[in-house]
């Protein structure tokens, strides 16, 4: 019997990476497609789809994709990013459009339900009933699994769009999300950082005075997401993570804050593997899609 392959689409608002693999250590084919229009990126898409299953049989497609999206398996537009500010994006249809082309089980999620996934499966939150992924890089978004499964809801986590503590005497800078000015994403991301600085997190010294309060909100927004959803791993990525230096700082302003309140030593002794980076690196995207498509 031949290995089943799968296909996996990380749907970025930058750029999309299709693959087709069966796990991190097994990728047979990868492209990188740039994401400018939904025609002009879909077409390209299937250009590569279509010549891997001339070459492969595909068991199934997972898209990880950005959003918001709509995952109600029986709506008109499961499959769809709905209300993205993205120019040309906003009710673009991919899953759908996978699905019908190929023929296949086509699993749909977000970008960051699709890394959790990968992690749980095979990175940073293996043998774990619970854990949570957050990345904060151009917004700021999260997802999370419990007893192997991703939250669901009304639609999914916006966890990136909690309120945090905002002090406008230590920090006047208003925040960027356009829906809510200055929540988490609003005060942390990657363009919040930029407008706030006047430069690029990456041109800003290890000792800025940013880093400080860039872990300040960080570790805020996680004192709120361990008392809300108990995970007992959280995994943070993106490329404001890059700064490896704001991981202790992140660490030790959540034991901080928490305050000894949660009697667990996953908190109280083992800070250092509670908040981790992820182990995944460049190949997590795909391999939330990968994962996704073993689940579809
Ligand atoms: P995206 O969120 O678009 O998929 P990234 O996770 O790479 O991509 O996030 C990009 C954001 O992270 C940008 O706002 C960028 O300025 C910021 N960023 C990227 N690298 C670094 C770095 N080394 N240090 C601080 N900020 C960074
Ligand atoms: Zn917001």
């Known amino acids: 019997m031949t290995t089943p392959w799968y296909g996996a689409i990380e749907a970025g ?26 025609a002009e990126t879909m077409a390209a898409v299937f250009d590569f789809f279509d010549a891997q299953v001339k070459e492969v049989d595909l068991a199934a497609i997972g898209i990880a994709s950005f959003g918001p999206v709509d995952l109600h398996k029986d709506s008109a537009t499961w499959g769809y990013i709905t209300t993205t500010p993205k120019p040309h994006w906003a009710n673009a249809n991919i899953g759908q459009a996978v699905r019908d082309r190929y023929n296949v089980p086509v699993g749909f999620d977000t970008d960051v339900n699709g890394v959790i996934l990968a992690e749980a499966r095979w990175g940073a939150a293996q043998g774990l009933n619970s ?8 917004g700021v978004g999260g997802g999370g699994v419990i007893d192997g499964q991703l939250m669901h809801g009304l639609v999914h986590p916006e966890m990136g769009h909690m309120r945090i503590p905002h002090d406008l005497q230590k920090d006047p800078y208003a925040g960027h999300c356009p829906f809510h000015q200055d929540c988490f994403e609003g005060l942390a991301s990657g363009p919040a950082i930029e407008a706030r600085w ?7 010294g290890v000792d800025h005075a940013a880093w400080e309060l860039e872990a300040d909100y960080i570790a805020l927004a996680m004192m709120n997401i361990a008392c809300v959803l108990s995970p007992q791993r959280i995994i943070l990525g993106g490329g404001v993570m890059q700064q490896a230096q704001l991981f202790p700082m992140i660490r030790a302003k959540l034991q901080t804050y928490l305050n000894g309140y949660i009697q667990d030593a996953a908190i109280l002794e083992n800070m250092d593997t509670y908040v981790v980076p992820p182990q995944l690196g460049d190949v997590a995207g795909i391999c939330g899609g990968l994962a996704l498509a073993m689940d579809a």
């Open 131 to 138: 854990a949570v992924y957050f990345t904060i890089g151009t």
């Open 13 to 38: 608002g930058t750029k999309f990476i299709c693959a087709v693999g069966t796990g991190p250590e097994n990728i047979r084919a990868q492209v990188r497609i740039p994401t400018t229009t939904p």
């Open 198 to 204: 006047g430069v690029k997190g990456d041109a800003l």
